[in-house]
């Protein structure tokens, strides 16, 4: 029997007609896979954030948006919709907050020299929970704060029937009050630092605080996981149309170049139906958005570079690559070695044949 | 183990160009998709499991650390999402075999009857064991499961199979067959 089923089975299967492969299909859910995983980290980093204060008592209602409920020390959060935001530029974050459902008074005297990498902030149409990763390269500071709307805090002491086991926390907060809004922080972060940041806070205004926040964001549109944003600013013209591409970024070139496609700018993701899956892991309905960081026009360039002598492998450049189009005849495209001793190279290319000429540094 | 796709094809998907994981995903995709209409029984859920098994072999093979690695890597996705899928339809309604994947033919018929009258964990270890030849040892690592606990399930779907396709039970097995059965 075993023998027959076996060739059978083999035969058999081998005859079934195979569907045609949609290679669009394919990349759509490969983007969309990594854009669940990148949320995956982000919401469960914002859930472990939250904590609260005295607020106001909602009793087991959980709301459409989000809710944060605080017992003894333990903290649950459920958030069921959320915007990720890697490397937000000020733009994006005045955009993000002006529907805030509290007066948001960001972090001040946050260490001088610390940039934020990520927000958070839940739910997506109108943000009652905003949270945001502090760090500093060269003193090693790591910092989050989640800022919280009191309306959607309980904190009777109970939490409501029925909550998943996976979205209570054990993990210790401080936190406090500044005007309208609860401030918490991971205790890990030094009293002093909670101390001098809460007597900023409570002397600055919303506006005061978003304009000092401003200038830890950077001040180009990255959109690789780079660490060397402080240092690439000031080669390129500040604004959205300067592009920081990651390792990420430029394997993709040659796929987008075939296709004749724009780099598009997955930096900002919407999260909806939120929720615990299996009891352990987070699961969502992810929207990355998609606007054009780099025409496809201006992807030929970046590829012209990568192809030119100078380059010795298009896919391993060993480089992160900053984009810029100073007019409608060229483009500016610097190579910026991942190697510290390397030196930074510029190029300008041609919009036109495409020709890659080295370019003076200014 | 079986080869997926050729040697060269998947040492250059390993270096990260992103052209040669998409001639990678088309190499594989024939082979991904009648896997998974085999152990879940319906075309249309297939291709998703098989899509969604072929995304992830384009989004992640950088991550493989070596070519030879590549088919248990590619069997454990193609048997995870199938076996997501066939969970996420059990939830909509009773579970459906589709007994004629292949074509109207009585051998056609009586194999996906066979399949679909297994329980989906014996088909799992059934369809790798017997059609794609793999050993118990392969099958338990690809479903994270306990060696002893694929013999086990290859036993109990050989009592059903022999009872479901007795008229085949007269033929004598191969050397390399017996040599598997002993393994039990």
């Given amino acids: ?362 | 183990m079986a080869r997926w796709a050729p040697p060269e094809t998947v040492s250059a998907a390993l270096t990260g160009d992103e052209a040669a994981a998409e001639r990678l995903v088309a190499a594989v995709w024939p082979g991904c998709f009648r896997l998974a209409a085999a152990v879940i029984g319906d075309r249309g859920l297939a291709e998703d499991a098989a899509q969604e098994a072929c995304a992830i072999v384009h989004r992640k093979i950088r991550g493989v650390r070596n070519a030879g690695a590549f088919d248990a890597w590619l069997y454990r996705i193609v048997m995870r999402e199938a076996a997501r899928v066939r969970r996420k339809n059990a939830a909509a309604g009773p579970e459906t075999f589709e007994r004629s994947l292949a074509s109207d033919e009585t051998t056609a018929l009586d194999v996906w009857r066979a399949l679909g009258d297994l329980s989906p964990e014996l088909r799992d270890v059934t369809v790798l064991f017997y059609f794609d030849d793999l050993k118990s040892e392969e099958i338990a690592s690809i479903l994270r499961i306990a060696h002893p606990t694929v013999r086990t399930r290859l036993a109990r779907a050989r009592e059903r199979l022999r009872g479901l396709l007795g008229d085949y039970g007269d033929e004598p097995l191969p050397a390399q067959t017996e040599t598997k059965l002993h393994a039990f």
């Avoid at chain 1, 909550?163 to 809004?181: D, K, N, Q, S, Y």
């Avoid at chain 1, 993709?252 to 929720?275: C, F, K, N, Y």
Wanted: net charge positive; glycine share 8%; charged share 20%.
């Fill in chain 1, 1 to 362: 029997m075993h023998s027959d089923f076996s060739t059978r089975g083999k035969a058999v299967r081998e005859s079934i007609p195979v569907p045609g492969l949609h290679m669009d299909s394919i990349r759509s859910r490969s983007r969309a896979g990594r854009a669940r995983g990148r949320v995956r980290t982000a919401v469960a980093g914002a859930a472990l954030l939250v904590a609260v204060g005295a607020g106001a008592g909602v009793g087991a209602k959980i709301y459409e948006g989000v809710h944060v409920w605080f017992s003894g020390n333990k903290v649950a959060t459920v958030v069921h919709s959320g915007t990720v935001m890697h490397h937000p530029m000020g733009s994006d974050l005045r955009k993000a907050v002006a529907g805030a459902t509290f007066p948001v008074v960001f972090p001040v005297g946050v260490p001088a020299g610390s940039r934020i990498d990520l927000v958070t902030l839940a739910p997506v149409d109108h943000p009652s929970m905003i949270s945001l990763s502090y760090h500093d390269e060269k003193t090693g500071f790591k910092a989050s704060f989640a800022l919280v709307d009191p309306a959607v805090v309980s904190a009777d002491g109970k939490f409501p029937p029925g909550l998943p086991a996976m979205l209570i926390r054990m993990t210790t907060f401080r936190h406090w009050r500044v005007g309208g809004e609860l401030v918490a922080a991971s205790d890990k972060l030094p009293a002093a630092d909670t101390d001098r940041i809460t007597a900023a806070m409570m002397k600055a205004s919303p506006e005061e605080s978003l304009a000092a926040t401003e200038t830890m964001l950077p001040r180009i549109r990255v959109l690789g996981g780079t660490v060397r944003v402080a240092i690439v600013e000031d080669l390129a013209p500040p604004g959205p149309n300067s592009v920081l591409l990651g390792e990420e970024q430029i394997r993709s070139i040659p796929s987008l170049v075939e296709r004749h496609a724009p780099l598009a700018d997955q930096r900002i993701l919407e999260a909806t139906s939120i929720g615990p899956h299996q009891g352990k892991i987070i699961k969502a309905q992810v929207r990355p958005h998609h606007d054009v960081a780099v025409p496809a026009s201006g992807v030929r360039a970046i590829d012209a570079v990568l192809r030119s002598a100078d380059a010795h492998d298009r896919n391993d450049c060993g480089c992160e690559i900053l984009y810029y189009q100073p007019d409608s005849s060229t483009y500016w495209v610097w190579k910026i070695p991942l190697a510290a001793s390397g030196a930074v190279k510029k190029y300008a290319v041609d919009a036109t044949t495409f020709a890659v000429t080295p370019a003076t540094l200014q």
